[in-house]
């Protein structure tokens, strides 16, 4: 096998969020990184690009960020983009259930948890009293928990965890199912409790947190401006170019091997690459811990159909459906109320997350279905005429939270000098998000620069919660123990 010529400090595999933000850390710290991607776009699993009919910008799936994404918001404000998310203080969401439209708020000047007391009186008229308070022994277990108290919940399913601690089965039908499909895009039954529990304490433990919207494509909040970054440094990214395996020598990191057989060597190199990409021995020597995590984390399938109709149907951006196993999608983004777009209709994207049997579906039977369920929350859309649709088919969305997974995702550091690992599936204590791979670039950037001698601080802590919540983490946790 040949060997490329030796232009970089740093190998990346991977320009997608995690990759791209550890390149241009890496860059303006003085490095020179070259970023190898297997598409043609930047982006990765956040790519966008102009539809070839209309012109509007589609991603490959509308994102939602959250306030409290703040390595990911600290990536934008580095780049100038920050201002280009359009934020929604309230209602933090409208929900369609059974018929009935529900905008969920909060109060922000109140301590958590009380900060949700605005939702209670919507909240009962869906389920009972008795339904709700039987979640309070959930609330209490959830407030205590510290993120190492987590990993021993990994390996018991949330379902069996809610119902230890007593929750009832309708209140885990209406809300915990819902939540869970939309916050961690897997079924209930299939979700690490620890993963759950991780995503509810920042729930109730904050009241400062709202969605926000990127106003232009999903991608250009922050691929244009990393790559910049990268090759005003002397970097490149280059597309088209996937990696076909890592060579280790020694216990050293000595060069990234294309698919063509060529050879390109650097003193150093970060892996962000989704963890299925790591099951065909693309490590030329053995890996216990990554080979693990390769074969046990599943991808999640989604589903995103866009609609162009011709007229205006609602002047929301963004609601969800409480789960119902009769459904096709879950959340819905008007991007045309949000983005500008070069029509005076609507343009709207709806997502089925963790989708099985719909993958087989015709696109015509897809997009049928979608123009029902808008409707259903937009009756003006059964007036409208469908000009265009789209249909975009996501193997993976994010790796699934499936108990057990908690434990086997690794750190930034691998046992190889030279070699790290980057991505939304490593040890950030996030749920897998773009803030998760966010981090994740920022923790890989920081071990990398420190290698060169540079000292980096980028990578922003968690969350903690406030108020009561605050005060309640520092009571011992009571151990639930599977039964």
Request: net charge positive; charged share 20%.
């Amino acid at each position: 096998m040949s060997a490329a010529p030796y232009d970089a400090d740093v190998l990346i595999a991977g320009a997608g969020v995690a990759g791209l933000s550890c390149g241009a850390a890496l860059a303006d710290a003085g490095l020179k990184v070259c970023v190898l991607e297997r598409d043609a776009l930047p982006g990765g699993r956040a790519a966008s690009w102009p539809d070839l009919v209309t012109g509007d910008v589609v991603d490959i799936g509308p994102h939602v960020l959250i306030s409290d994404h703040l390595n990911f918001r600290a990536l934008l404000r580095r780049l100038g983009t920050e201002d280009d998310i359009a934020w929604q203080p309230q209602p933090l969401i409208t929900l369609l259930d059974a018929g009935r439209r529900i905008p969920v708020s909060i109060w922000r000047h109140l301590p958590p948890p009380l900060h949700g007391l605005p939702a209670l009186p919507k909240a009962l008229r869906c389920i009972g009293v008795r339904d709700l308070l039987s979640n309070l022994r959930v609330v209490w277990h959830a407030a205590r928990l510290r993120e190492a108290d987590l990993e021993p919940l990994d390996g018991m399913d949330a379902m069996r965890y809610l119902r230890q601690l007593g929750a009832s089965e309708r209140s885990i039908e209406w809300f915990w199912t819902s939540a869970t499909m939309a916050l961690l895009n897997v079924p209930l039954q299939q979700c690490s409790a620890a993963a759950l529990m991780r995503v509810y304490r920042v729930m109730q433990g904050r009241s400062d947190y709202c969605f926000g919207f990127p106003k232009v494509g999903l991608a250009a909040l922050y691929a244009p401006g990393c790559r910049a970054r990268i090759e005003a440094a002397g970097g490149r990214v280059l597309l088209r170019t996937p990696v076909a395996r890592a060579h280790v020598e020694a216990g050293h990191f000595r060069a990234f091997e294309l698919e063509d057989g060529s050879l390109l060597r650097a003193p150093a190199a970060v892996l962000a690459l989704p963890p299925q990409a790591y099951r065909r021995d693309f490590l030329n020597v053995p890996w216990p811990a990554l080979s693990h995590a390769a074969h046990l984390f599943e991808p999640a399938r989604y589903i995103s159909v866009y609609l162009w109709l011709d007229r205006p149907v609602t002047k929301e951006r963004f609601w969800a459906r409480t789960w119902a196993t009769r459904d096709l999608n879950t959340d819905f983004y008007v991007l045309s109320n949000i983005r500008p777009h070069t029509h005076g209709g609507t343009l709207v994207a709806c997502n089925s997350i963790h989708v099985r049997l719909a993958w087989d579906w015709s696109d015509e039977e897809l997009v049928q279905r979608s123009l029902q369920e808008v409707a259903d929350f937009a009756p003006l859309a059964a007036q409208a005429r469908l000009l265009h649709a789209r249909v975009h088919r996501i193997p993976m969305a994010v790796p699934c939270p499936m108990p057990g997974t908690e434990r086997a995702r690794l750190p930034a550091q691998t046992p190889f000098a030279g070699l790290w690992l980057a991505g939304d599936w490593t040890r950030t204590a996030l749920p897998a998000s773009m803030e998760s791979a966010a981090r994740s670039g920022a923790l890989a950037a920081e071990a990398v620069a420190a290698s060169f001698g540079h000292e980096l601080q980028l990578a922003i802590p968690v969350p903690r919660p406030t108020g009561v919540m605050a005060l309640l983490e520092r009571l011992p946790a009571t151990p639930v123990k599977a039964v």
